[in-house]
């Protein structure tokens, strides 16, 4: 007998002691168990914008694929993980890639991007997909376990082994991202 999987849902953005405007975006779509969040860009141009536009495209490219086997892909789908974890990156790809064109397109948001992470269950079956330093996870049994790797410069030299994650903590570098969505062509 399969146990039962419990989700409790709750969202809250906080604006924190250093900007002036919120740059988070989060959407939950219970029908569907997706959950996605997004954090622009600290200090770039337009990174609320950003973040929002990742959101939107990322549940509605989910909420078509569900829909209609025929929406398409983008990205190159990777054969060694799910369905829904390549329908996640390809929703990731195509938010970047229309994050990158706005900005392309508007002096004013050049440079925008946002980082993003996102959760699709079906069953007993986690997809996850992210990219930047928004974390994802898992709370059982009390013990609180990080599923995601950070894309930051300290995250890597943490890896690498040329800085302690102590070092890391204090690091005048830690808000320095080596990958973000919509930042570049690709991702």
Not at 43 to 61: C, K, N, R, Y
Not at 105 to 117: D, F, K, L, S
Request: one cysteine or more; aromatic letters at 4%; charged letters at 20%.
């Amino acid at each position: 007998m399969r146990a039962s999987l419990h989700i409790e849902i709750g969202t809250r953005t906080d604006l924190g002691r250093v900007r002036k405007n919120n740059e988070d975006c989060c959407q939950v779509e219970p029908a569907l168990n997706l959950y996605v969040l997004s954090d622009g860009m600290g200090g770039e141009a337009h990174g609320e914008v950003a973040s929002s536009l990742i959101v939107q495209t990322i549940v509605t490219h989910c909420q078509q694929a569900e829909n209609s086997r025929a929406t398409p892909t983008f990205g190159q789908p990777k054969p060694d993980v799910s369905e829904r974890t390549n329908r996640l990156a390809s929703a990731i790809h195509l938010a970047n890639r229309k994050v990158f064109e706005m900005a392309s397109t508007n002096p004013e948001q050049r440079g925008m991007g946002a980082t993003i992470v996102a959760a699709w269950i079906e069953g007993q079956r986690l997809s996850l997909a992210h990219v930047g330093d928004s974390r994802a996870y898992l709370l059982r049994a009390g013990s609180l376990a990080q599923l995601t790797a950070d894309h930051s410069l300290v995250a890597e030299k943490v890896r690498i082994g040329i800085m302690t994650p102590q070092e890391a903590e204090t690091s005048e570098f830690q808000s320095v991202l080596t990958r973000a969505v919509g930042t570049n062509a690709t991702v």
